[in-house]
């Protein structure tokens, strides 16, 4: 049977991130994908227009339509913008036993817009982090996140050290916007792994992260273990960045086909 997952975040008008990247990228990676969404955005490759977040109750209803039907494998969290939202998904993650569940804390985009209010970051913390398998913060997250400046590899290790002992769970600080490389950082049971990457000349990076933690997602779905989903997953990021779409404006979007031959789909 097809394998599922969910995504709980927040719709991105331009296709290159939010629910539209999670759902291309689950489908992409062979699981059955599905959307609670959080705020509609209007948004493209050059910045945030404007925010509408979705009531608690309507959030609430999307969550309990799916959760009584069609049970997700994997859950990933992306864009959640207030603390009230916050607190309906953590009850319902919780009520309904969600597994597999990988935290994107997602606080601004690539384009520098704020995407969550500022009071939502310590509820996201106390109510939402406890109930991951994996956080996966970038540099400048991890860093507002566990208090500490990070410099170089050293600092990813202690910050996601100190984030995994907080909140019991696995964190993959991501070197995205590191200057050398693309090398992100795995911490878990008190062992930490890297995961190489070559920086790829691409300006085009809209939705990297939302790429990244919905195909982990996709591949725990599918019964792989933290450290192969997440292996795997840097692979479909990597190739979907080599792929060089180049649409928009601004910082555009990836390729999320490109591993998909055109002729198994005609
Ligand atoms: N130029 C690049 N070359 C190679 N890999 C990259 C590049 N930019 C990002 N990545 C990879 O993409 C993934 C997402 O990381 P990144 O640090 O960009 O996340 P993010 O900042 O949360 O993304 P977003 O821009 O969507 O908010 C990581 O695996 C990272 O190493
Ligand atoms: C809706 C949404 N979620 C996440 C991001 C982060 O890239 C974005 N730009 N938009």
Redo the contacts with the bound molecule.
Sequence with gaps: MMKTALTIAGSDSSGG?GIQ?DMKTMTANGVYAMSAITALTAQNTTGVMSIMEVSKEFLEQQLDSIFTDIYPDAVKIGMVPSPDLIRAIADKLEYYHAKNIVI?P?M???SGSRLIREETINIMKDKLFPHGALL??????ASVLSGITIRDEMDMVRAAELLSKEYGCAVLC?????EK????LLYYDKKYRW?I??????LN????????SSAIAAELAKGKDLEEAIQL??EY??GA?EAMLDLGKG?GPLNHMWNIKQEDIL
């Excluded at 490389?181 to 992100?184: H, T, Y």
């Excluded at 990457?197 to 691409?202: A, L, P, V, W």
């Excluded at 990076?205 to 990244?212: D, E, I, K, N, Q």
């Design positions: 991130a990247a994107d997602v601004i985009a690539t996966t913060p970038n540099l400048w997250e991501k070197g995205g916007h590191s490389n693309a090398n992100d995961f990457g070559e920086r790829i000349h691409n990076t809209h939705g990297t992260g939302c790429t990244l997953a840097k990021v990597t960045l910082n």
